[in-house]
């Protein structure tokens, strides 16, 4: 019993003096379609907000990515993590004009838990996510008057 | 004993990084767009923007508490930055993800994700209201 603990106990033991993390920066430049983290979408340039009867939702954007660091996460890498071209490819294959609702998420990666490792300067950090978000396509004007 | 070793450390593991820090940012009940991309709207050609202010807004963690509320004042931040705006929209310029997990003994942790924005309006520089 007093092995089995021990064995339990061996990775929480290296791991508490360990640590690490990464900082990433996310852009969009490349997008061609335009992309709000809101629901908020507009129709034209006269600023018109896009009800729920001008759009449906032809698909989800999802897609993950990486930032990496070294030192212990204190020097990030040039973290500069662009999107637009993922954006791109899934709106022209689900067919959609936009995407909306965009939801970030971001969590520490696995590496930085690895006993013993992790404690050496150069061992790579990480800091892990994903971006999703609805693909929208807007309705012809015929299609909204039939609806 | 030799076999349930391997598994066993595994399981430490994974429960070790089921406490690693994570955030989500979801504003998708903000009725006004916050647009990252160049493009506001189809057809849109980009560059014709009437700038406001810049800002930035931000959400942090700290613990399972603080997390909520902040989740909740990141609309509040988005309200105030386009209020008294007509016809408003928030321009990101980047989006900052972050997270820290160190183990000196105790857990600490950290994780944040922060927008740089301008807020902007689609009323063009002289343009009569």
Known sequence: MKKFLLLLLFPFFFSSCVGGGARGELYFEEAVYPVSISKGTFLNETGTLAKESDYEVVGKFSTSYTAWAFFWGFASLENHIELGERINTQVKQAGGDAVKNLTVHVQAGLLNLTPVLSLLPFWPNTAVGTVSGDIIRYKLASEISVN | ?129
């Not at chain 2, 202010?53 to 609309?75: A, C, H, L, P, V």
């Not at chain 2, 509040?76 to 209020?83: D, F, I």
């Open chain 2, 1 to 129: 004993m030799r076999l349930i070793k391997i598994p066993i450390s595994l399981f430490a593991l994974i429960v070790l990084a089921s406490c690693a820090t994570s955030r989500t940012m979801d504003i998708s009940d903000f009725r006004h767009p916050i647009i990252v991309s160049k493009l506001r709207y189809p057809g849109d050609k980009g560059g014709d923007e009437n700038l406001v202010s810049s800002t930035s807004i931000g959400n942090y963690r700290k613990s399972d508490e603080y997390f909520i509320s902040q989740g909740q004042n990141m609309t509040t931040e988005t309200k105030r930055a386009v209020r008294g705006i007509e016809k408003p929209y928030l321009k990101v310029n980047k989006i900052t993800v972050e997270a820290h997990d160190y183990w000196f003994l105790s857990h600490s942790d950290s994780s944040s994700i922060m927008m740089e924005v301008d807020s902007a309006s689609m009323v063009k520089p002289g343009e009569v209201k």
